[in-house]
């Protein structure tokens, strides 16, 4: 490279990142990662479920503050304090889900908190409405300004939100899966649009798990693993399968325990189960003793289909046996009275009970046992909860605590519990370690394999490969609400997974 | 190890692990610093002032009429209780009183004896519950709307009935219900109240069912996933709401001896403030049936203590208005004080 390119490098980088780091109590979220934008080009940050990609979208729009490193606009060191600072300094976001506000109109969307000023400080509404007009046509977008937010479909709903970027002129426009509920139409639309951003100078960050669009777009990418930077460069130089390997890096470093399953009969057979709109012809088989994982991307629908399981949610079609015998579940009593149990992945929200204290939860699916003529034994729901409580070496004052007031990894012990004292014979596991810290995410996968041991049916729905890779002895890959692959010893490979996950093995095969 | 093992094996202690106590705070202690004593204070402080203020409260009988004023609304405040716990209201309840009154007065002028009196009372009541109940778990409304709305219902239709009229015709025998003594000054709805409150707070305090609804109204989405029937749970108790306000029909409209369609107007905010008072959380999840037992006192002894000084209806609304954004501020303003 020579000194002038160099130099035209720089110039046209607009917003950098330089070892930012960033920790929330118990979990390194980023750990010193680098980005750089440029003006006119689109770069694809890369990267798995928990690879730090959300929390560098919050810091770069001033929601987050980093805990070390430095955020550099045009060369000059800057701050976020808040998210007013990061959209004055010309960085806006398009979410995964947008956040506008669905009562008022397309243009009082568009100009909110920056809206045209007339006399006495009053909104100039006419002047609003033209330049919201104006701003419509230059994106190519039939749209009322006038017409409410709650009234445009979510493709609209993002050229609005485009449409917004532009009134406040700005520079960096980060692009958060911006696909992720969009029609084959409305994402060529997107595109045309990204290419109009791109030629009028703006610096783009496209985040996307779907490799034909980050190929179809990106000029750089960025790929980070784990909160750590792993590389950077021009996406013409690498090719899906560089990604992936980037992506998921070589060695597992975490220790999982050592297992010799012995897979009995199967407990839970699944045919043809579907939900109009989550998920579709669900079929596998779950044998006692073994320990099945669910491999896939956010929003591949395995929570939605493991909650129907448990009958949360009705599906449209399908069969569900335990031990050969057809059982129709309609409620999760019903699904504990089968044996079958789900512990979720929203600990604060669906698994715990964060006001009641720990053995009023771990109690509450089981009070059948603790009680006498309906009548609650309080010395018998202390003895069953100190039971399970100490044998998944929970930390905690007292029994008579709150769950709210324990540490992420100690809830999800007390979840964890409450489940196992209904003597279940299977078990479904949503995320069991996510935002736990490393020595209770040791005790829950101890704690799995020993279930397995014992002949307990266990399903483990994560979205960590290692995790997956380590404790699953079979891997079902979901994506787009189906299963797209099933793999078994030697086929389990980071890789393979990804590729599966991502689409990339379908595409391959559309091809041929 | 097979599963049975397992789970057996559950129960015994190995690793040498680390016990961890039931409780550090006894349940005793914990009350005795909860908003029931500082409630409690409040209520012996008023009656040692209107014993002061008024040389004819100090008398069984006056005392005995004292409870008047409070037993009705605070049979339905128990029930209530329970549902705004649940994190449910229901506003309807002055106006189930109104509808079941008139019902149990057509009765009684089409000649009908009390046991069917006391029958029709409690059905009208059951049936009332039973319609806000529906709305609210079958079409997932929410309850503060749907029993405003059934508020002007269920009056409206008493109106409808009765128009400026009234029923009068009650027999001897049902009187007793609202003007009955069981023994010397201790009259039949006294007892009632002391019984339903011994009644509902087992119910809530020492019951699977009490259990289910503290976790519905803390958190209904992990109770559901928790196997607890969340929709049957809050239909049992617009239920028991609605029998409630039954039985409150019956020992006013036989008090009263009479039912026009005016009757317990406005007694629904004076149940929710005796059951807020009661230490209660509005937004559901907390509170305790011997809280709302001491409101019920308190509330009593204040628009008693009042009346005997001859204080006026519409100034008496504005010292209970006062007493009650008294009671619940202060905590707030003493814990502010501290920081």
Known sequence: ?512 | MSLSDLHADMTEPRRAPRTIPDRLTSPLRRNLLGWESLLLIVGIAIFILNAFASPYFLSAWSLSDATFNFTEKAMIAFAMALLIVAGEIDLSVASIIALASTAMGAAATAGAGTPVLVLIGLGTGLLCGAFNGTLVTRLGLPSIVVTIGTMSLFRGISYIVLGDGAYRGYPTSFQWFGQGYVFWVISFEFVLFAVLAVIFGLLLHKTNFGRAVYAVGNNPTAALFSGIRVARVKMTLFLLTGLMSGVAAICLTARLGSTRPSIALGMELEVVTMVVLGGVSILGGAGSIPGVVIAAFVLGLVTFGLGLLNVPGIVMSIFTGALLIGVIALPRLIAKWRR
């Open chain 1, 1 to 512: 490279m020579t000194q002038t390119d160099q130099s035209r490098g720089a110039a046209l980088r607009v917003l950098e990142l330089d070892g930012i780091v960033k920790t929330f109590p118990g979990v390194k979220a980023l750990d010193g990662v680098n980005l750089s934008l440029r003006a006119g080009e689109v770069t694809a940050l890369v990267g798995e479920n928990g690879a730090g990609k959300s929390t560098i979208v919050k810091i770069l729009t001033g929601i987050y503050q980093p805990d070390g490193g430095e955020i550099l606009l045009d060369g000059a060191s800057i701050r976020f304090p808040d998210a007013d600072a990061a959209a004055r300094a010309g960085v806006t976001a398009i979410h995964q889900e947008t956040v506008l506000f669905e009562e008022l109109t397309v243009a009082e969307n568009i100009f909110i908190g920056h809206a045209p000023r007339g006399r006495f400080g009053m909104i100039d509404w006419a002047a609003m409405r033209k330049r919201a007009t104006e701003i419509l046509r230059s994106i190519g977008a039939e749209i009322d300004a006038e017409v409410k937010l709650a009234d445009l479909g979510i493709a609209s709903r993002h050229l609005v939100a485009i449409a917004r970027a532009l009134s406040v002129d700005a520079r960096v426009v980060i692009m958060d899966e911006p696909t992720a509920a969009l029609s084959h139409k409305e994402i060529e639309e997107l595109f045309a649009l990204v290419d109009m951003l791109k030629s009028q100078g703006k610096a783009i960050l496209f985040i996307s798990h779907k490799f034909d669009e980050i190929f179809r777009l990106a000029d750089r990418y960025t790929v980070f693993r784990d909160g750590q930077f792993v590389g950077e460069g021009k996406i013409g130089d690498v090719t899906h399968d560089d990604l992936v390997k980037m992506m998921v890096g070589r060695a597992v470093d975490q220790v999982f325990p050592k297992r010799s399953p012995v897979i009995g009969a199967p407990v839970l057979t699944v045919a043809g189960y579907s939900h109009p709109t989550e998920f579709e012809d669900i079929n596998f088989t779950l044998r006692s003793g073994e320990i099945l994982g669910f491999y896939g991307l956010v929003g591949a629908g395995r929570s939605e289909f493991m909650q129907s399981l448990i009958g949360i949610t009705k599906p449209s079609k399908g069969v569900v046996r335990i031990d050969d015998r057809v059982r129709v579940i309609r409620s999760p009593a019903a699904a504990i009275d089968e044996g079958i149990v789900y512990v979720p992945e929203d600990r604060g929200k669906q698994g715990a009970i964060t006001q009641l204290p720990i053995f009023q939860n771990v109690t509450l699916p089981s009070l059948g046992k603790t009680s006498r003529h309906g009548f609650t034994r309080m010395a018998e729901e202390f003895a069953l909860a100190r039971t399970y409580c100490e044998r998944l070496d929970l930390r905690a004052a007292s029994l008579d605590t709150t769950v709210g007031s324990l540490s992420g990894g100690n809830q999800q012990k007390v979840v964890i519990a409450k489940w196992l004292a209904t003597q279940p014979r299977v078990i479904i596991l949503d995320e069991p370690t996510k935002g736990i810290d490393i020595g209770s995410k040791a005790a829950v996968h101890d704690f799995m394999a020993e279930l397995a041991g014992a002949g307990l049916a266990v399903i483990m729905v994560s979205s960590e490969i290692p995790e997956i890779l380590g404790m699953s002895d079979r891997v079902i890959v979901m994506r787009e609400g189906r299963i797209v692959a099933e793999l078994e010893g030697d086929e389990m490979s980071p890789e393979v997974l990804v590729r599966h996950a991502a689409g990339i093995e379908e595409q391959l095969e559309a091809a041929q």
